[in-house]
Structures are given as structure tokens and as C-alpha cells.
């Protein structure tokens, strides 16, 4: 077989393979964005990088790791977003550890009643008392910190942590605070049945 022949099967393999593989998707809120996040993280087709957090050790190896949240594009009524976790290794790799679909509520324009919906929306929405009910989210290191309101002046914070024997963030403690009263703790406990994060739901509380 000659050269020539050689460098057509290598081409034309080579197209095969590429033409076979999705394009990475990295459309971002905005191009500085787009920069902070490792080249190897791709998104599906028809979704967005809408914000990312400082890089920080999640799993305890002394490597950072990335957390982002990304959602479709444009963003609708009824979506979700999503918040995505990545390991780093020592080689710059980067491996998907989790993606939260339940930390942040249905996305809604406005959770104001007067803003109009379909049916199947308005009854989702209805639940939520007219208010998007999170309050405050903070990742830091191992450490999940998810604040949301149930009631009136009552907000709740459930505290997190990543545990490598689950591969997952438990909960380690709830307050209940008052808020009009410069954070009165109305109640704080530790739970003595084991919750992942992914048994969170707005809804139980609301």
C-alpha cells in the first residue's frame, strides 16, 4: 500500500470519527464566564453556563474542584437549573461528581400571582405562596449551605456535607430562624436519620 493510500484511509477515518462526536458545547452568559471554566466541560445542545464558583476542595485531596450552574437557552417558565459538580485531578482533568436538579425552585419570569401562566404552571407556582423560597446558597469546600423560606419572617437553613463513604452531601444540621427578629434561632437540630441532599424538596416544607 502506498503513502498516498495511507494518508486517504487516515483522513477519511479521521472525519468518520469527528463527524461522530458531538461539538462541545460551551455557550455561556457571557464570554468572561465562558473563560473560568475548564475547556473539558461541554453542556448539551440548547443550553448555557449562567454562573460558576471559585474554585475550592470539595472531596479533601488538596485539589480544587468546580462547581457551575448552567440551564437552557433562552430560559422558560417551568425550567430547571442546574447546578453541576466536577473533580479535579493532578492532570487537570475534570470528572462530573453531580448534578443538583432540586436546589434551586421551578424557574419562574415573576412567582408574583398577577403574572400569567398556564394551568399546569399556576398550580406549581401556587404552591410556592406567590415568593421564590430560596433565600441564600453558599458552597464552600465540602460544606452546603441552603437558606428558604416557608412562611412569613420564617426561613430555614439546612447545612450539608460531602462524605466520601455516600458520594454525596448529608444533612448535618437545620435552623429555624425569625427573621424579623435579627435572626432569632428558633430551633436547631441535629438529624438522627440519615438525608442526602437528594431528598430535599421544597415542597415538604412549604
Same mark, same amino acid.
Given at each position: 500500500?502506498?503513502?498516498?493510500k ?8 479521521s472525519l468518520t ?7 462541545c458545547?460551551?455557550?455561556?452568559k457571557?464570554?468572561q464566564?465562558?473563560k $473560568?471554566i475548564p475547556?473539558s466541560?461541554?453542556?448539551p445542545?440548547g ?16 485539589i ?5 450552574e448552567w ?29 443538583f436538579?432540586n436546589?434551586y425552585?421551578?424557574?419562574f419570569?415573576?412567582?408574583?400571582? !398577577?403574572?400569567?401562566l ?5 398550580n406549581? $407556582?401556587?404552591?410556592?405562596?406567590g415568593?421564590?423560597?430560596? !433565600?441564600?446558597l ?5 460544606l452546603i !449551605?441552603l437558606q428558604?423560606?416557608?412562611e412569613?419572617?420564617i426561613?430555614i437553613?439546612?447545612?450539608y456535607?460531602?462524605?466520601k ?7 448535618i $444540621? ?7 427578629? !435579627?435572626?432569632k ?10 438525608q442526602?441532599i437528594?431528598?430535599?424538596n ?5
Amino acid at each position: 500500500m502506498n503513502v498516498n493510500k495511507i494518508i486517504i484511509i487516515l483522513l477519511t477515518f479521521s472525519l468518520t470519527y469527528s463527524y461522530g462526536q458531538p461539538p462541545c458545547n460551551r455557550d455561556s452568559k457571557t464570554p468572561q464566564l465562558a473563560k $473560568r471554566i475548564p475547556a473539558s466541560i461541554c453542556l448539551p445542545t440548547g443550553y448555557n453556563f449562567i454562573f460558576d464558583y471559585p474554585f475550592m476542595d470539595i472531596n479533601g485531596d488538596s485539589i480544587k474542584d468546580k462547581i457551575i450552574e448552567w440551564a437552557r437557552n433562552p430560559l422558560n417558565d417551568g425550567d430547571t437549573i442546574f447546578i453541576s459538580v466536577y473533580i479535579g485531578d493532578k492532570e487537570s482533568n475534570w470528572k462530573l461528581l453531580k448534578t443538583f436538579k432540586n436546589i434551586y425552585p421551578v424557574f419562574f419570569h415573576s412567582y408574583n400571582y !398577577e403574572y400569567k401562566l398556564n394551568k399546569k404552571l399556576s398550580n406549581i $407556582r401556587a404552591r410556592y405562596h406567590g415568593n421564590n423560597p430560596l !433565600e441564600n446558597l453558599k458552597f464552600q469546600n465540602d460544606l452546603i !449551605e441552603l437558606q428558604f423560606k416557608t412562611e412569613e419572617n420564617i426561613n430555614i437553613i439546612n447545612y450539608y456535607k460531602y462524605k466520601k463513604e455516600v458520594n454525596n452531601w448529608i444533612l448535618i $444540621r437545620q435552623k429555624e430562624i425569625d427573621v424579623t427578629t !435579627e435572626f432569632k434561632i428558633l430551633r436547631d437540630e441535629i438529624p438522627q436519620e440519615l438525608q442526602t441532599i437528594d431528598n430535599f424538596n421544597y415542597l415538604d416544607y412549604l
